[in-house]
């Protein structure tokens, strides 16, 4: 692993399709980074197997064992020093973080979150996306802040809605494409062209009054 490496801990709850995109993006495609560390806070979670498979050390660190917040959080965060990551990804991560945890790495995690946010934060974005009538919807990747889903945003991508989707076909077609942009967002990062800073997101050194757009053909706009 060269230095160059952007070392990084993956978070997962669940499918974990993030976190075998990523991992697909560095066998085949040579993205420079380091997956050091896989943590789920399910034991179950299939996800758990695309870490096994690819070798990354794996964490289960269940939040039914702990008796509050906290304490698990506590445990995470102890897991992730021990690693000496430099970006948590929350790839599926069903767990809502304490403030001290979301200060301690504060413009050091990301968050995948199905929606073109500020719309729709937190659960069901699919349904919630049809009861309006949106004519599209999309992922986005932000840092993440004490609050739920709602930190600066670094990236989106957008799909149209069709009017005979459902919340499953919109997952079904929004999914290979949210791989897509974490890959590319990721890239970033591992390319050090993304900042966080006091609050604000910075691409190139410049502040970015709109989330980057990721294009059909893997660039920004
Ligand atoms: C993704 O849609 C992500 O935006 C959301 O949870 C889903 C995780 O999917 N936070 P997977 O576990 O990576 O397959």
Known sequence: MSKQHLKVAVLISGTGSNLKALINAVNQQGLELHIAKVISNRAAAPGIAHAVDAGIPVSVISHADYPDRQAHDSAVMNVLQEAQVELVILAGYMRILGEEFTHAYSGRMINLHPSLLPKYKGLDTYNRVLQSG????????????AGLDSGPVISQVRIPVFANDDATSLAARLGPIEHKLVVATVELFCSRKVHYDQGRVLHEGQVIE????????????
């Open 134 to 145: 949106d004519s599209e919807t999309g992922a986005s990747i932000h840092f993440v802040t």
């Open 210 to 221: 709109q989330p980057l757009q990721l294009n059909n053909d893997g660039t920004f706009d």
